[in-house]
């Protein structure tokens, strides 16, 4: 008799709400309801004249109210729910199906708020069980209804990240399926049929249990709406470094100036002076109409490129010509020995770095070693007054001739080459890396440098050294002289650039052929 009279009144048992909650997870059943495609809209957006489709709103506000309390048949209401909803695209199956909820919710609490001279709507909101969410007889409803509330607004802001992806990811082919639209409409259509379903539980005459099954519901929705918003938040994330991407590669290749180049590397809105020189914080504008060296590294940087970046830095000509130096550290993570380590080199540094680690603009990051081929070694990238990569790396001319080099591009790099007298051995056979060489050069000996990965061939070449005459020959292991790999490496890279014509002299800017290159002719330190 009781089951009689809950299905007369509308009261959804407890065994339809474990069937309903049961819904959310059944991947098996969801599936089913996916593979039944998705439409197109049949109504225009709001741009160009909303026209609701009533038909379908009312055939579901059914769905939701009327034939939801079937409570044997739950699956089968699922089943319609969503075949009458076929027609359409997944993102319109959630908003017709959450205006049939605001059809149904809202009519109440229109008639809530009836005058009371108006005895027709008065026994309309009667015959709805108005009563019996104006009047509450406990204040354990009221609670509940302010539970059912939030549950409905959190159903609504999750269709609206739906709806904003959808939207969005138009723009953003590669993006569009880092939301499964099909699945979190199943999600929100079931999230709706619950609020519908539990409403109507709380509005029924006899329900011994409103409100006891609704926190769990609850809990339920604000996981999906949680899951489904932090893959939006996830897509906006990824949205916005690929604007800030075309962005930054839009100035990279035409900027109007190195001003605007080089905030674009930085987050100038966090920081309008984020600059740092001596003991002082600066601005990007007091780089304009200069030619800019970006000295980019991480925090390995050696205390050998440091000496000669410093001797080339303390020249007169350098700054007379109008040379400046920035430092771009590329940090990928920061902790309290790297902030130490990071402060420990600016302060020997004579010239500009950034304030923080927090301004380098992280996308600028991708594009520093996308574009600019850097990976661990130190790079040093020429900046003419106009923005324009007049050298892409000029570390290893910079490392190899020094002073020598300037201005650093890859003009000055072919002329240098083509000059009589120089050859490898001599840029490779210094004292620095092999201690005395050159007095063995002098007096004209045989030079052997060897290497090998296994000690025992490193033995075998040892040995057979031994059985000849120390006065003729001089050897070396270069096997783990990480100073001579890196300069033979830095020899073959200079070579390469006299052909890559992104280092060669940009356009407009000052041929190398007719500026004196080198700083010797006016200098305060010595060189390399």
Known sequence: MDNFINHLLGKPDQSMRANLLASFDDKKFMKEMGTQGSGSPDFKPLKEGFNPPLAAINEVVCQLTCKALDTK??????????????????????????????????????????EPSDKLAESMAILKGVPAITKPSDLQK????GVLNEMIKTTLNMTQCIVDFEHESKDFPQLSTMIDVASSVYQIIISILACSIQFTSLISIV???????????????????HNIKQHYEDFSQKKEEIKEYQRLLRIINAPTDNVELIKALLYIKDDPQ???????????????????LLLISDLQLTSHDLSILIKIYEECKFHEEGYEIVWVPIIEQECEDVIKRFQSLQLQMPWCSVHSLKLINRVAIRIIKEKWHFKQDAIVTVLDPRGRVSNQNAMSMIRIWGRDAF??????????????????????????????IQE???????????????????????????KIDEKAIVAFNVTKSQFFWNRLK?????KRTCTNPLCRTSSGSTPASRRTAGLRSSRRGRGS
Not at 418 to 432: C, S, T, Y
């Open 407 to 436: 201005p650093f591009t890859g003009a000055v790099a072919a002329d240098i080459w083509k000059r009589p007298g120089i050859n490898w051995f001599e840029l490779l056979a210094i004292d620095f890396i092999f201690p005395g």
């Open 274 to 292: 984020p600059l740092f020189i001596g003991s002082k914080k600066d601005k990007v504008e007091s780089l304009r109409r200069k030619n800019v």
């Open 73 to 114: 048949n739950l699956r089968q209401t699922l089943v319609s729910l969503f075949h009458q909803l076929s027609s359409f695209s997944w993102v319109n199956k959630a908003l017709i199906a959450l205006s049939s909820l605001a059809v149904f919710y809202g009519d109440f609490w229109r008639l809530a708020r009836i």
């Open 142 to 145: 009221i609670s509940v209804f």
């Open 440 to 466: 063995a050069i002098k007096a004209e000996k045989y030079i052997f440098l060897y290497g090998a990965e296994e000690p025992k061939t490193i033995q075998v070449i040892e040995d057979s050294l031994k």
């Open 490 to 494: 830095s020899c073959m890279l200079s």
């Open 207 to 225: 329900d011994d249990n409103k409100g006891k099954d609704l926190s769990a519901f609850a809990r339920k929705v604000n996981m999906v709406h």
